[in-house]
């Protein structure tokens, strides 16, 4: 099975603070996503990456970097802490023939304050 | 309006019988369609997708897909109180990034 390993289960950073998320997939897979899940918002996409070095926005990337510098990790900044990025953060990984059969770590829930 | 939008809920249905789980999407070049189920603090776990019109059948679930009407849904047969999550829809135009609809919450009533 894949394993996306997130480094941490709960943060808790203050305003203005640049805080990095970490994601970790050892399947070799060459796409990776980050997205954030807010109630009554759902899953929305921030950034994500098909290959090493590449990164594309989606549809919230404001206040928010990436970097992929090895395959398998996909590291998501937030420069400038603020209180509006207090939410679950989610990693997900796929590849292969199953198109958008994404496997989630387990998540970052952020609180700034 | 919504890309993928979902009933919210919460569903509530008795244990055993057929719960029934509906999403619409807006989006008419979309090509993949997929479900995930999420436990209360957990990460989403995929559960079933479909890419052709019609029923796709996998143990007590079933994914239905209506490409014309832009609908698809996912039928839970014989439902247990172990199916009580939130069954996120989610859809691609096949580039592998997907949209999600913003869950809906169902309840199985021993």
């Known amino acids: 099975d894949v394993k996306v390993t997130q480094s941490s289960r709960y943060l808790v950073k203050r305003t203005g603070e640049k805080v990095f998320l970490e994601c970790v997939q050892d399947?070799?897979?060459?796409?990776m996503f980050w997205y954030r899940q807010d109630p009554g918002l759902g899953l929305r996409l921030i950034y994500f990456?098909?290959?090493?070095?590449?990164?594309e926005k989606g549809d919230i990337p404001e206040g928010y970097s990436v970097s992929r510098e090895k395959k398998e990790r996909f590291s998501l900044i937030l420069e400038s802490a603020s209180t509006n990025q207090t939410s679950m953060y989610l990693c997900?990984?796929?590849?292969?023939?199953?198109?958008?059969?994404?496997?989630f770590g387990s998540g970052t829930r952020l609180t700034v304050v | 309006q919504k890309e993928v939008e979902q009933n919210s809920g919460p569903l509530s249905v008795p244990e055993g019988a057929i719960a029934s789980l509906n999403c619409t999407y807006s989006?008419?070049?979309?090509?993949?369609f997929f479900w995930y189920r999420q436990y209360s603090g957990k990460s989403p776990e995929l559960i079933m997708f479909?890419?052709?019109?019609g029923d796709k059948e996998d143990g007590r679930f079933t994914a239905q897909l209506n490409k014309a009407s832009q609908y698809v849904s996912l039928l839970i047969r014989d439902s247990q109180p172990s199916d009580s999550a939130t069954y996120l829809c989610?859809?691609?135009?096949?580039?592998?990034?997907?949209?999600f609809g913003t869950g809906t919450r169902l309840t199985i009533i021993p």
């Open positions: 997900a990984t796929t590849g292969g023939y199953m198109v958008g059969g994404y496997t």
């Open positions: 399947m070799d897979h060459e796409n």
């Open positions: 990456s098909y290959d090493v070095k590449m990164k």
């Open positions: 989006d008419r070049g979309s090509q993949s």
């Open positions: 479909i890419y052709s019109n």
């Open positions: 989610a859809v691609s135009r096949g580039n592998e990034k997907l949209t």
